[in-house]
């Protein structure tokens, strides 16, 4: 049985054409950017190219508005420790939508134990933030917001302009994490009004190992990662040479084929949803238009999404998602789906789907048939499924 691979927001393969350009920066281009000598230099140049490739992307003032990471974790990181800690001295609110990805939840509850105050703005029941509950709650003492593109487990995307002139009638600085966004939908983050963005190379088809922050010009950071002094001090350590080229590529060839990818997934997307949406009891989660033109996520009551998830795959070679890969070990309700206004019953039974360049039209019955006879099978094994309630 052919593998269907429906789980791209949690890993990417490598673009063919980004592996053809980088490989040769695996096999030789060992070079230390901050070595004086030749072979330095000569990595220092693909590092700068790169720099100015991801710039060009998401239209960045200059290319030294870019700070490469190891990925977005770390550039979430250093986006809000780096702005809350530097700005101390303006106030110790912060602020983030109840829906961020735990790599934002996380060092913003850190900040929380020293003192600083989280304001967690709430969202509707299709993951929209609240504007007014955002204007309420952002104020002269609060250094940092951050609110996402777009949401990875439940594909809802965000009304970011109007969310950055909210933020900045009283709020300094608007830290977007763009992981599941990009490459998806145009990002311009001087249209958009965005101070500090996340970028993430695997999410563009890039390597793993790489990921990218955008500070806008004339901000500073707290740095937090002290060291050699690399990419402006902000975050030390020797460069990352083939992951870094590999993401400047990935995001060269993401803006070149984006439209056209976008409109084949999106034919994909909704003959799926409109096909899932005729099993009993399931409900699509998120946004159904503000949604990313890859992204289907359904909860289907009775059941267990992990269980999905091992059904789909042992017995079909579907390999789909509850949800955030990162937090699918603590088997914890979805913070994400709980924000929504779902109960904790209503929340386990949840299956996301994030289609790619190998998903094809010609897929589209095996997944649906996969999907219908899981459920199925899953709810005549459960004593919580209560048949038709129609
Ligand atoms: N933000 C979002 C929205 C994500 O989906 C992820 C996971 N892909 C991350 C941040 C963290 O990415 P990474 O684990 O690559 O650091």
């Not at 998401?58 to 977005?72: D, L, R």
């Not at 996380?106 to 929380?112: A, D, I, S, V, Y």
């Not at 007014?132 to 777009?150: D, G, I, K, P, W």
Request: charged content about 20%; some cysteine; aromatic content about 4%.
């Amino acid at each position: 049985m052919e593998a269907i691979y429906l789980d791209h927001a949690s890993a990417m393969p490598i673009h063919p054409k980004v592996w053809e350009f980088a490989e040769p920066f695996l096999r030789k281009g060992f070079g230390n950017p901050s070595s004086t000598h030749s072979v330095g230099s000569e990595a220092k140049k693909v590092v700068e190219e790169a720099r100015g490739k991801i710039a060009d992307f998401i239209n960045a003032e200059e290319a030294q508005c870019i700070v490469f990471t190891s990925g977005a974790t770390e550039a979430n990181n250093l986006a809000i420790k780096g702005a809350a800690v530097r700005n101390m001295a303006q106030g110790k609110e912060i602020g983030a939508s109840a829906i961020e990805h735990m790599s934002v939840l996380n060092p913003m509850k850190e900040l929380q134990k020293s003192g600083f105050q989280l304001n967690r703005i709430p969202v509707d029941a299709t993951g929209i933030v609240s504007a007014e509950r955002l204007s309420e709650m952002v104020s002269q003492e609060t250094t940092v917001t951050s609110v996402m593109y777009a949401n990875n487990e439940i594909g809802t995307v965000e009304p970011i302009g109007e969310i950055s002139e909210i933020v900045h009638q009283r709020g300094l600085y608007f830290h977007v994490d763009a992981t599941a966004a990009a490459g998806r939908i145009p990002i311009d983050v001087q249209k958009d009004g965005i101070d500090l963005l996340t970028l993430s190379s695997n999410d563009l088809y890039g390597p793993q190992g790489a990921g990218a922050l955008y500070i806008k010009k004339g901000i500073k950071l707290q740095t937090v990662l002290p060291g050699g002094g690399q990419e402006r001090g902000l975050r030390s350590g020797t460069e990352n040479i083939f992951a870094i080229a590999g993401m400047g590529q990935a995001a060269r060839i993401a803006k070149d084929e984006m439209e056209q990818e976008t409109n084949r997934l999106k034919t994909i997307r909704n003959k799926l949803i409109e096909e899932i949406q005729k099993i009993d009891q399931a409900y699509l989660t998120g946004h159904p238009a503000q949604r990313l033109p890859h992204h289907v996520s359904f909860r289907f009551s009775g059941i267990e999404g992990e269980s999905i998830v091992l059904n789909m795959d042992m017995g079909y070679n579907i390999q789909v998602s509850t949800g955030s890969a990162c937090s699918s070990k603590t088997l914890e309700p979805s913070h994400v789906l709980l924000a929504l206004g779902l109960k904790h019953e209503e929340v386990h039974g949840s299956m996301v789907i994030t289609l790619g360049r190998s998903n094809t039209m010609k897929q589209i019955p095996l997944i649906t048939k996969a999907v219908k006879e899981t459920i199925e099978r899953l709810r005549i094994l459960s004593p919580l499924y209560k048949g038709d309630q129609s």
